[in-house]
């Protein structure tokens, strides 16, 4: 399959979990140089990072700061960034019935999830609207489809 992701610059969030493996390994079969980001799995990160050629690169996208540093970084040392998988996400501990989640579980769900993909988009988008080019994509769960049981703050 040709995918024309040769030379191509794609950044992962959440890259090491379980979709965003799936994801970078993914990209980076098809020739892209994948960056993998991570919040809190930095072994495994670099695990991935190491097999694929890609790199691995830490930041708190809920903190516009880091987030935005994170875009800088990567710009800085690869020069652009083609295509950013907005995967990252905050699945909740825990499983309650909507009337027993408490109020700082439901704001923080709310608040990490949206301002993640807020930070991600708004500073992928900024770069592409200089270079005039470049793909955004938006992993959400199917829990907003179909719910999941338990964590009704989350879907």
């Not at 690169?57 to 690869?78: C, G, M, P, R, V």
Request: with cysteine; charged share 25%; net charge neutral.
């Amino acid at each position: 399959m040709n995918s024309d992701l040769d030379s191509k610059v794609v950044l992962v969030t959440g890259g090491a979990g379980g979709i965003g493996s799936v994801i970078s390994k993914s990209f980076a079969k098809q020739g892209a140089k994948v960056i993998v980001h991570y919040n809190n799995s930095k072994d495994k990160a670099e695990e991935i990072a190491k097999e694929i050629g890609g790199v691995a690169i830490k930041a708190d996208l809920t903190d516009a700061k880091q987030s935005k540093k994170l875009f800088d970084n990567i710009i800085d040392k690869e020069g652009k960034i083609d295509i950013c998988i907005a995967n990252a996400g905050n699945y909740p501990k825990g499983i309650a019935p909507i009337w027993e989640i408490e109020n700082d579980r439901w704001d923080n769900t709310i608040s990490t999830n949206l301002s993640l993909t807020y930070n991600t988009s708004r500073y992928f988008l900024k770069h592409a609207s200089e270079t005039k080019k470049g793909s955004l994509v938006l992993i959400g769960s199917t829990a907003g489809i179909y719910g999941e049981a338990g964590h009704a703050d989350y879907a």
